[in-house]
């Protein structure tokens, strides 16, 4: 029997981070078992903020070995760049026609990022959510693993993929949204700035642990993360937002539970809560970056990869498409 697809992309801008891992690349993992999987570097949705090309292309070289290193199989699962199927901005265009300014008008991370790039707010940054539901929609989607902010561009993917199939009979699956709940690492936040969520294009370095970071700059950056006053180690995200993100990583690196932590830690101090965070992200990616250092060496090879996911995923993608551009008349 035929499985279902399983649909999710990472943007190649700034540096992978314990955010994503925790997030979404962890559930991927998990799902790449149970599912036809593609994971996308979604480079198209990178340039919504100004790149440096050469630093761009370079970086989502590295974002293949790491999806590698983390336990992404190519052998299992389709790993391609997103610009390398001209179907997801074919299709985009398609779906802008059916949504609606007001939609896109609400959207929580289009006010964010126009609040942060306010010398360059672009079209591309407010259709950003289309051209996602494109993404996912393109391949019949079922599963689409991802972290907590995701949720709203979800939700218009689903109500787009509803709408067509309602005007124009069945086109698309509608797709599911994993995410994992707070506690379990669906919204990582910011170390010195716990109110926020960890983000990778945060210009201050010191807000999160990006994959290959070492460890001791790791050590470094916990000792910093900022925590409180009250010296109590409990789960407490509205009055204890630092304290509570790092039992989220202590949990999410150990696999202990939030409540066996807060027992294993009554009577003792943060520091000792630091301590053990960081020797449990050292362990967890010392043998991912191990493994990316060796994968990352060979270019050819990860440039074959992109080739072949491209190959198969195009080949799926023109189906959609074809179905899609039928149904609305299109010559
Ligand atoms: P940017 O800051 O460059 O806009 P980002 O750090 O938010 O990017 P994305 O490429 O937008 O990262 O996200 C990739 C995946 O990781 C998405 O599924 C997203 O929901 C998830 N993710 C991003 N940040 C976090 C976080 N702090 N906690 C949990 N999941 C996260
Ligand atoms: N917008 C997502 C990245 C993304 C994505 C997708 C995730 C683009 N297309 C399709 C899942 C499915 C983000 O994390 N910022």
């Avoid at 630092?242 to 807060?262: D, H, M, Y």
Wanted: with cysteine; proline share 4%; hydrophobic share 40%.
């Amino acid at each position: 029997m035929a499985r279902d697809i399983l649909f999710s992309g990472i943007q190649p801008s700034g540096q992978l981070n314990i955010g994503h891992y925790f997030g979404a690349v962890k559930n991927w993992l998990r799902m790449q078992e149970d599912f036809d999987c593609l994971f996308s570097l979604v480079n198209l949705h990178a340039i919504t903020v100004r790149q440096n090309p050469s630093e761009l292309r370079s970086r989502s070289l590295d974002f293949v070995a790491a999806y590698m290193a983390c336990g992404i199989d190519p052998e299992k699962s389709i790993i391609f760049a997103q610009s390398d199927v001209p179907e997801h901005s074919e299709l985009m265009w398609l779906l802008s026609c059916h949504t609606y300014m007001g939609e896109l008008e609400r959207m929580t991370q289009f006010k964010d990022k126009t609040a942060k790039n306010t010398d360059n707010i672009n079209l591309g940054l407010f259709s950003y959510p289309v051209l996602m539901a494109a993404d996912i929609l393109l391949y019949q989607t079922k599963a689409v693993p991802v972290g907590a902010d995701q949720k709203q561009h979800l939700e218009l993917a689903r109500d787009l993929a509803n709408r067509m199939n309602n005007r124009y009979g069945t086109l698309f699956t509608v797709p599911e949204p994993y995410i994992p709940s707070v506690e379990a690492g669906g919204r990582i936040m910011s170390l010195l700035e716990p109110e926020k969520k960890m983000s990778k294009s945060d210009d201050n370095a010191g807000n999160y642990i990006a994959l290959l970071d070492s460890p001791d700059v790791i050590r470094k950056k916990l000792k910093k993360a900022v925590t409180d006053t009250d010296n109590e180690i409990r789960y407490d995200r509205d009055t204890k937002a630092g304290v509570s993100n790092l039992l989220t990583l202590l949990s999410g690196a150990t696999g202990k539970s939030i409540s066996e932590l807060e027992v294993d830690y009554v009577g003792k101090g943060y520091g000792h809560l630091k301590v053990d965070t960081v020797e449990a992200i050292v362990a967890l990616l010392t043998p991912i970056q191990a493994e990316f250092a060796r994968l990352r060496n060979d270019e050819a090879e990860l440039q074959r990869i992109l080739k072949i996911g491209a190959d198969k995923a195009r080949f799926q993608a023109q189906a959609t498409l074809e179905k899609v551009k039928q149904a609305m008349g299109l010559l």
